[in-house]
């Protein structure tokens, strides 16, 4: 059964104007979501064009950014700014409604970072503050032993061999 209280859905556009919404969880093993607004810590995009340069070479796993002052077009023109000055690739979200009342609901402040499946559930603990690089990939690794993990063993439990009866029966 999947717990709908810790999803997040939503369909928005990205930074550059691109359509983008939650579907996009379903396309990996777990995506890793920093939110991030512009007042805040400038040189966290460093790290975040770092991490996501890694993030790229690991199967499975995403990156995203959401920025939480937007809508807003001095805020899109600052984010992006910030985001191009450091060589930023990554997908930056501008949060519809739905995503921005998830984030008064659950955040306690920027920058922070979660983990979301591929159900779109969140994952794990959400990580307070900005990083550094080695910080952020160790949190990521240990969250997708854990993802991994739980699927080995859903693998184990779906492959168990029903219990012959015919025995019992006669």
């Known amino acids: 059964a999947i717990n709908r209280e810790n999803m ?7 930074l550059e104007g691109e359509d983008i919404g939650s579907t996009i969880f379903d396309e990996y093993d777990l995506t890793m979501v920093n939110f991030w607004g512009t007042y805040s810590d400038i040189n966290e995009a460093a790290v975040l064009t770092q991490l996501d340069k890694e993030i790229k070479n690991m199967e499975g796993v995403n990156f ?10 001095e805020a899109e023109e600052l984010a992006l700014k910030i985001k191009t000055e450091n060589g930023g690739e990554y997908t930056s979200i501008i949060p519809d409604q739905r995503l921005a009342s998830w984030i008064v609901n659950n955040l306690e402040g920027v920058p922070t970072t979660i983990f979301v499946d591929n159900d779109a559930i969140v994952v794990g603990e959400p990580i307070q503050g900005a990083k550094t690089l080695e910080e952020y990939l160790s ?9 991994q993990a739980q699927k080995a063993t859903e693998t184990t439990e779906n492959t168990e061999q029903p219990t012959d009866i015919t025995n019992i029966l006669q």
């Open 64 to 73: 995203l950014q959401v920025i939480i002052d937007t809508p807003s077009e």
């Open 8 to 14: 997040i859905t939503f369909v928005s556009k990205t």
């Open 139 to 147: 949190l990521l690794n240990t969250q997708l032993a854990e993802i």
